[in-house]
């Protein structure tokens, strides 16, 4: 089991406890999950709190932390011979235990021993935990209260990386980046997606990695999170290709490339892939410390907008459109996330905790109001962007037979857009003192190099 330096987690538990102050914090793991029956299990993937604190990746453990007591265990089953039998000689729990700083290691069942009703906990979003909670609390399911003071705290530690996070981070995002090359290499008229995706998977496979997330890859690529990969491509298609890694120590990569199928962009791919590439390096390029990351996304949909001006396909105002919220239409999600040891990183913790804060609320607009990431950005927040325009044609013929944005988008000229599908570009970026850093090695996203890639070259 691959783990940070003792000193590391060491430090971590203690800035923790400095932010909390006081009181008794637990902290869960994750168990296994079974797939259809117990001992026939979905892989397993450990609570990343419990990760960035304890470090170890093991189902069925807890972690205790009393801060006005100075005391640290965590609660867990050793091996016994019948496990040794089946998945060979391990690690004693107690050996890992002091590997991450921690002395005391107790059996599961003492931890009803140690719980009371003060007790400071993280929102649960497994049922099974959730359960645990309710017996040891001996309280309902609806009156599980998760401490916001101890949720905030592991936020701001968590929402800046450290050196060695990073380190994992940049491995992640190049391992990513063998993934897409493969990709897009494996793309061709005649082929089936999951041909490609095969590719993605075996490339993921030989660098002793895993998925972040279930591979997003297809030439419908207006449906935003399309994990089937059943279609045959034809020329003429693009496909888009939204798939990331994660690491041995469990930091994901979150990378999206569109490319032609035939190797070639048209002359109408080209436009729109323009203007995706123009709204991704004009927003990259303005990232730094205290930038609102709200105001990058609504600048991306002003670039968009004049783009779509200039192919004719909307008109009027490009700042009333702005306001008006056209840009949803063709870019009905946010701008991007943070991302670390989660994907979309501490979503389990409160979307609106981790992206907003007290006096920037969430908008009601189409686009906008999904943007995950809102507030200000700090030094050593990671966060990716990934802006994209899509043609989903339930959407557009809503919104035209309601008249909606009628007096700004030429409904008329979309139709040839219904069978285009949807581009998105997208980069993982680390916000530096100065301003940012692109995480990784350069993965081809120009039409030059995309199509340099697709040629067998780059």
Known sequence: MKLFSTETYINRRSALKNAVGSGQILILGNNESPMNYTDNTYRFRQDSNFLYFFGISLPGLAAWIDIDKNEEIIFGHE?????????????????????VGVNTVFEPEKLATKISPA???????????????????NISLGQLAPSESLTKAVISLRMHKAPEEISEMEKAVNITREMHLAAMRATK???????AVAKIMETMHRHHAELSYPVIFS?????????????????????LNDSGCE???CYAGDITRTFPVNGKFSEAQKEIYTAVLDMLESS???LKPGLMYRDVHINANRILLGHLKNIGLVHGDVEEMLAAGVGGLFMPHGLGHNIGLDVHDME???????????????STQLGLRSLRMARELETGNVITVEPGCYFIPELIEKYKAEGIFKEY???????????????????????????????GERIAKTIAEVEAVMAGGF
């Open 284 to 286: 990259t390029a303005l």
């Open 348 to 362: 389990d913790l409160g979307e609106n905790l981790v992206g907003y804060r007290e006096g920037l609320a969430r």
């Open 189 to 195: 008229g005649g082929k089936y997606e999951y041909e």
């Open 247 to 249: 690491t041995d120590m």
């Open 79 to 99: 091996y016994t011979i019948d496990d040794i039998i089946w998945i060979g000689r391990q690690e004693p729990l107690h050996v890992l235990a002091n590997k």
């Open 219 to 239: 030439v419908n690529g207006q449906t935003l999170h399309n994990h089937y990969h059943g279609n045959l491509m034809e020329k003429g298609q693009i496909a």
């Open 409 to 439: 988008v030429n409904y008329a000229q979309l139709e040839a857009y219904y069978d285009f599908g949807g581009v998105r570009i997208e980069d993982n970026v680390l916000i530096t003192d100065t301003g940012h850093r692109v995480l």
């Open 119 to 137: 007790v400071m906990y993280l929102p649960p979003y497994r049922h099974d935990n959730k359960i645990l909670l309710s017996n040891l609390l």
